[in-house]
């Protein structure tokens, strides 16, 4: 007798016996017949040894049919994936709203934690999905859950920039002035990616504009580090502390120093941004321009009373900062606005010190004496114009 002549009962017993997916899958594969018969047991097999990795992979390419074979034979609609989560995570995440309300119908959990963006609503949330949050969301998904770097939905989505989704939340009461992740709240994100609309939004809703935290310490100095000049506009407008201090940079005018945008600090300056604040990284706005090699700014920044000979940060002053990186022009013009060339701090001890050779036995900062900084990056016309004015 044949193969394809086998009953179906001794079909199905040869299939339970195989111990693989593989033999499993070739087996059905010989005829319509087998394939009809033993589909189920290949799924039925796929749940109960392999961790219902089909359901996670149909989720996830928008398979609906595949979701619900897997379903059907036994599939769990909360196993946990490393990768995906959930199987409703991951079809939260490419946007597959049928499959979302399939797995919803099966009563997954709407706020099982897993994935690399934590919940459904999260991932669906920072994708855009619209038509999926409102879905999770009328499921009873926590509009303030958090996923393990503590940026909540509200976060997520108003960094992305996706307007609808926020105002979705809003209306379910999602808390405005959340603290926590990478931007530190849903304001300071919208602020760093630009996004004013949202900015309007959150603000219309009471976001505090002075809340601080995150990488860029402020929702105005977010805007100013990333140059978005309408959004620092706005946020002056609402009250926003031009001189709060905290972040990388210190300040919203020391950011948009660091970063080069001459008309965000313009506008901070019109608006008594202090420029001579010491703070962050880099010290003050005029030690921040200058190490990062802004001439125009340094300029703008002097034209308002910056000091030139202010000490801080990792450079110890304005000269230093610019000496070290080999902004010629920009010593020129610290050095024709009084700098010290001998003055002392920071990392390199002095201006020459920055621009002079490594490995020089002299005193101050690790390469010594003060004719020694320049040249460390081999700066001799540095070196020679800060010599000459040491000499003056």
Same mark, same amino acid.
């Given at each position: 007798?044949?193969?394809?002549?086998?009953?179906?009962?001794?079909?199905?017993?040869?299939?339970?016996?195989?111990?693989?997916?593989?033999?499993?899958?070739?087996?059905?594969?010989?005829?319509?017949?087998?394939?009809?018969?033993?589909?189920?047991?290949?799924?039925?097999?796929?749940?109960?040894?392999?961790?219902?990795?089909?359901?996670?992979?149909?989720?996830?390419?928008?398979?609906?049919?595949?979701?619900?074979?897997?379903?059907?034979?036994?599939?769990?609609?909360?196993?946990?994936?490393?990768?995906?989560?959930?199987?409703?995570?991951?079809?939260?995440?490419?946007?597959?709203?049928? !499959?979302?309300?399939?797995?919803?119908?099966?009563?997954?959990?709407?706020?099982?934690?897993?994935?690399?963006?934590?919940?459904?609503?999260?991932?669906?949330?920072?994708?855009?999905?619209?038509? !999926?949050?409102?879905?999770?969301?009328?499921?009873?998904?926590?509009?303030?859950?958090?996923?393990?770097?503590?940026?909540?939905?509200?976060?997520?989505?108003?960094?992305?920039?996706?307007?609808?989704?926020?105002?979705?939340?809003?209306?379910?009461?999602?808390?405005?002035?959340?603290?926590?992740?990478? *931007?530190?709240?849903?304001? %300071?994100?919208?602020?760093?990616?630009?996004?004013?609309?949202?900015?309007?939004?959150?603000?219309?809703?009471?976001?505090?504009?002075?809340?601080?935290?995150? /990488?860029?310490?402020?929702?105005?100095?977010?805007?100013?580090?990333?140059?978005?000049?309408?959004?620092?506009?706005?946020?002056?407008?609402?009250?926003?502390?031009?001189?709060?201090?905290?972040?990388?940079?210190?300040?919203?005018? %020391?950011?948009?120093?660091?970063?080069? *945008?001459?008309?965000?600090?313009?506008?901070?300056?019109?608006?008594?941004? =202090?420029?001579?604040?010491?703070?962050? /990284?880099?010290?003050?706005?005029?030690?921040?321009?200058?190490?990062?090699?802004?001439?125009? !700014?340094?300029?703008?920044?002097?034209?308002?009373?910056?000091?030139?000979?202010?000490?801080?940060?990792?450079?110890?002053?304005?000269?230093?900062?610019?000496?070290?990186?080999? *902004?010629?022009?920009?010593?020129?013009?610290?050095?024709?606005?009084?700098?010290?060339?001998?003055?002392?701090?920071?990392? /390199?001890?002095?201006?020459?010190?920055?621009?002079?050779?490594?490995?020089?036995?002299?005193?101050?900062?690790? /390469?010594? !004496?003060?004719?020694?900084?320049?040249?460390?990056?081999?700066?001799?016309?540095?070196?020679?114009?800060?010599?000459?004015?040491?000499? =003056?």
């Amino acid at each position: 007798m044949l193969l394809p002549d086998l009953p179906d009962e001794l079909l199905d017993s040869i299939s339970e016996n195989l111990d693989s997916e593989r033999s499993i899958n070739a087996f059905s594969r010989a005829n319509r017949r087998l394939h009809n018969l033993l589909n189920g047991h290949l799924y039925r097999h796929n749940a109960r040894w392999c961790g219902s990795s089909a359901l996670f992979w149909a989720a996830r390419q928008g398979r609906e049919e595949t979701v619900r074979k897997a379903l059907r034979w036994g599939a769990d609609v909360d196993a946990e994936d490393e990768e995906y989560g959930s199987a409703l995570w991951a079809a939260s995440t490419e946007g597959h709203e049928k !499959i979302v309300q399939l797995l919803l119908d099966k009563n997954a959990d709407v706020n099982a934690q897993g994935g690399y963006l934590g919940s459904a609503l999260l991932a669906a949330s920072t994708e855009g999905h619209e038509k !999926i949050v409102q879905l999770l969301i009328e499921n009873n998904a926590d509009v303030n859950v958090e996923d393990g770097e503590y940026e909540s939905a509200l976060e997520l989505a108003s960094a992305g920039g996706h307007e609808t989704i926020v105002q979705l939340l809003l209306d379910k009461n999602a808390d405005v002035n959340a603290e926590g992740g990478y *931007y530190g709240s849903a304001l %300071q994100a919208a602020s760093a990616e630009g996004h004013e609309k949202v900015v309007q939004l959150l603000i219309d809703n009471n976001a505090d504009v002075n809340a601080q935290g995150g /990488y860029y310490g402020s929702a105005l100095q977010a805007a100013s580090a990333e140059g978005h000049e309408k959004v620092v506009q706005l946020l002056l407008d609402n009250n926003a502390d031009v001189n709060a201090e905290g972040g990388y940079f210190g300040s919203a005018l %020391q950011a948009a120093s660091a970063r080069g *945008y001459e008309k965000v600090v313009q506008l901070l300056l019109d608006n008594n941004a =202090d420029v001579n604040a010491q703070g962050g /990284y880099l010290g003050s706005a005029l030690q921040a321009a200058s190490r990062k090699g802004h001439e125009r !700014i340094v300029q703008l920044l002097i034209e308002n009373k910056a000091d030139v000979n202010a000490q801080g940060g990792a450079y110890g002053s304005a000269l230093q900062a610019a000496s070290v990186e080999g *902004y010629e022009k920009i010593v020129q013009l610290l050095l024709d606005n009084n700098a010290e060339v001998s003055a002392e701090g920071g990392e /390199y001890g002095s201006a020459l010190q920055a621009t002079s050779a490594e490995g020089r036995e002299t005193i101050g900062g690790p /390469y010594g !004496i003060a004719l020694q900084a320049a040249s460390a990056e081999g700066y001799e016309k540095i070196v020679q114009v800060l010599g000459n004015n040491a000499n =003056d």
